[in-house]
């Protein structure tokens, strides 16, 4: 079965430093997300991306985040200038089309530890 | 304020029991999706519902979508250990993106 995969698996960096969290949406996906959930709280919507643009984004989202497709297959999340505050899984997730049966593909995500 | 309220947010059973719970707004949606997700695990897709009232059974769980698709509900019947873990609703509210509920965290105990 397709899945969404995401790299790295886990990522510890200092504060102050830039990290980029990578993922590979289902190939015929078209819409595409970032989640974060930090440890023992709700999963959090932070950006939808379709047709090389952003959609849609929390208030989470602010400047030091953004979102890249820099190519066919990847959709990368860069956070710049990491925070203490940032520590949490990050979930890259995609689907086929924005119609109400389409499903949403979750991937294992990205444990990001800021220290 | 969330957009999807779900109850209970902790729930401890003993194996066997029956239990259920709720995910309400006051928004309307387009579909209501329910996920299980396991420690340092991303979520798992167990349901999608899409028409209102739509009644959805997956083995020992069942789910249902209300009639003006504001709320749904998770029924499991005769729990068990392996039914642990955190409990999520989301959807797409009109016209937005997935929104996440808090979830219901379970326990079933042996």
């Known amino acids: 079965e397709p899945e969404v995969t995401q790299t790295p698996s886990h990522q510890v960096t200092q504060m102050g430093q830039e990290v980029i969290l990578r993922c590979v949406p289902i190939s015929n996906h078209l819409y595409f997300y970032w989640y974060r959930q930090i440890l023992g709280q709700k999963v959090e919507f932070l950006v939808s991306f379709y047709n090389n643009e952003i959609s849609e984004k929390s208030e989470i989202f602010d400047d030091q985040f953004s979102v890249e497709r820099p190519d066919g297959s990847n959709f990368t999340l860069k956070i710049r200038s990491t925070k203490l505050e940032d520590s949490a899984m990050y979930f890259c997730?995609?689907?086929?089309?924005?119609?109400?049966?389409?499903?949403?593909?979750f991937g294992e995500g990205s444990w990001l530890t800021v220290v | 304020t969330q957009l999807l309220e779900q109850s209970p947010q902790f729930l401890s059973i003993q194996e066997g029991e029956n239990l259920t719970v709720y995910c309400n707004s006051s928004?309307?949606?387009?579909?209501l999706q329910w996920y299980r997700q396991e420690p340092g695990e991303g979520p798992v897709l167990l349901v999608t519902v899409v028409t209102g009232g739509e009644v959805k059974k997956l083995k020992r769980l069942t789910f249902q979508f209300g009639d003006a698709r504001k709320d749904s509900s998770l029924h499991i019947t005769a729990a068990q250990p392996g039914d642990t873990g955190l409990y999520l609703c989301?959807?797409?509210?009109?016209?937005?993106?997935?929104?996440f509920g808090a979830g219901t965290r379970l326990t079933v105990k042996p």
């Open positions: 997730a995609s689907r086929e089309g924005q119609g109400s049966g389409n499903t949403i593909y």
């Open positions: 989301a959807g797409p509210p009109l016209g937005g993106d997935m929104r």
């Open positions: 928004s309307v949606f387009s579909s």
